[in-house]
């Protein structure tokens, strides 16, 4: 079974700051899809960004991208020049045929 | 386009009764797929649907179910109701269940109190 970790169960960040946040997988598929969602207090899920796994190119959407590194099963997130509305429980998730698996999330705090 | 929308928001339910809830998915979307969130376990997977069929379980007790309909539209059951099932319920919807059209996009949830 896939499973899926982020070992920082909070994080903080100065506004305009940059800001890492980890996720690490395991897998023995390798046809699969990785995500990061953004849950604002809101409780809405957004789609932040998408890394597909036969792509070595690093997805990147506007202030956020990730670094994916397929040998070493990990999969973080950066966050340039943090806003306030950046704040938010962000969660990695697994995508494989009929299912997405999450980690445990990661509340990020961002300070004016 | 309009996004997943999910009736109702909010529901409180007594123990031993049951509920159903409604998703709909974005228009042209077959997959529908069903999570449950609490803050003890987090989000954890319920089933998938796609073109009406369950494609995927979780690892949850058969009180759990669900349906899809031609329009794609999906309701999930749950009956006998116990307190650990109150949650917050997300439904999410996706072209396909596989390639570059699987990204799925989610509704506001259902809030579920079971009193």
């Known amino acids: 079974a896939q499973t899926v970790t982020q070992s920082q169960p909070e994080m903080s960040v100065q506004e305009a700051e940059t800001v890492t946040l980890s996720c690490t997988y395991d897998?023995?598929?390798?046809?699969?899809?990785l995500f990061w969602y953004k849950q604002p207090p809101s409780r809405q899920m957004i789609l932040v960004i998408r890394?597909?796994?036969?792509?070595?190119q690093n997805a990147t959407e506007n202030r956020f991208s990730v670094n994916f590194q397929k040998a070493a099963k990990s999969f973080s997130l950066k966050i340039s020049d943090s806003q306030l509305g950046d704040a938010a429980m962000y969660f990695c998730a697994y995508r494989s045929s009929f299912r997405l698996t999450f980690g445990e999330g990661t509340q990020l705090t961002v300070n004016p | 386009k309009a996004g997943v929308t999910q009736t109702p928001r909010y529901l409180i339910k007594t123990r031993g009764q049951q509920v159903t809830l409604s998703c709909s998915p974005i228009s042209g979307h077959r997959s529908v797929s069903w999570y449950q969130q609490t803050p003890g376990q987090g989000l954890q997977f319920l089933f998938e649907?796609?073109?009406?069929?369950?494609?995927n379980k979780g690892n949850f007790p058969g009180r759990f179910s669900g349906r899809q309909f031609s329009n794609s539209r999906s309701e999930m059951n749950v009956s006998t109701l116990e307190l650990g099932d109150s949650a917050l319920y997300l439904c999410?919807?996706?072209?396909?269940?596989?390639?570059?059209?699987?990204?799925?996009?989610f509704g506001p949830g259902t809030r579920l109190t079971v009193l």
């Open positions: 999410a919807s996706s072209f396909s269940t596989s390639g570059v059209y699987n990204e799925q996009f």
């Open positions: 649907y796609f073109s009406e069929t369950q494609r």
């Open positions: 890394q597909e796994a036969y792509k070595q």
């Open positions: 897998t023995s598929e390798s046809d699969y899809y």
